[in-house]
């Protein structure tokens, strides 16, 4: 974890939330050159295959969805975001999102998220929060600190005020732009909704610890001092640094969004 950029990863995760697309945070990796990693250079590429486990299909869309054309993935920028930021719920995301690349960046950061290297920071989606990374003295030991949270407020007021309906039928009706761009990333036969599954099941699965993890000085980074957490995927990883109450905002939503992704009924009054 490097210090001073935990922030970053909040943004993540939000994102990825936003558009059905799990989770926006806090790995502290070493930045890299903007732009997707090579699926070549990724630890665990996606399986190919023939046909889609989770076909988009199979998503819970309202009727009213849109059906407007999509624009080439690589002039798709403007279109995306005048329409994210006409759903309801979205507009504190405008001074939050980075406006080049979008769709591939959500997808290289959607990819990584359940990996135990993130690799680049340089796809992030969204801008991150100011301030350091903050640390508490617990007797000898190191934990990460409180005053941490405050700084991701903006990310979770666009989570908890997006309508996660009206964003998952702006993700079916983009999601030829989203598959294309993970063709683009290497998995000419695999499908993004599917890694996009994973990724919200590894994040769905990250521990819940009871206080503050424990964490160390390696160099420019800190790191988790328990082991079992230090080799977590990077989502999970940033899942805990969000904090028990983020956190279990972060999967109540992820939750909502997977069960229209997959086509479940939501229960009473969710539907």
Known sequence: MRRGSAAQWIAIIVLAVIIA????????????????????????????????????????????????????????????????????????????????????????????????????????????????????????????????????DAYMRVLESADPKALVAWYVHDYPLFQQAYRELGYPKAYFNDRLIATIDNLLAAPEPAQPPAVQRQGAFYVYTDPALENLSAGQKMMIHAGPQNEAKIKARLREIRAMLVGQQLPSGRS
């Open 21 to 152: 697309v799990a989770v926006w945070f806090f790995v502290f990796q070493r930045p890299g050159p903007r732009g997707p990693t090579p699926a070549a250079l990724n630890p665990t590429p996606a399986s190919a295959s023939s046909a889609p486990q989770h076909p988009i299909s199979e998503a819970r869309v309202p009727a009213s969805a849109s059906t407007a054309p999509l624009p080439p993935l690589q002039d798709s920028d403007a279109s995306v975001m005048q329409a994210l930021l006409a759903l309801p719920g979205m507009q504190g995301l405008s001074d939050l999102l980075v406006r080049q690349a979008i769709i591939p960046n959500i997808v290289a950061t959607v990819d990584a998220l359940p990996r135990q290297q993130f690799g680049s920071t340089r796809i992030l989606p969204l801008h991150t929060p100011g301030g350091a990374f903050a640390v508490t003295q617990n007797g000898n030991q190191q934990m990460i600190g409180a005053q941490n949270y405050p700084r991701y």
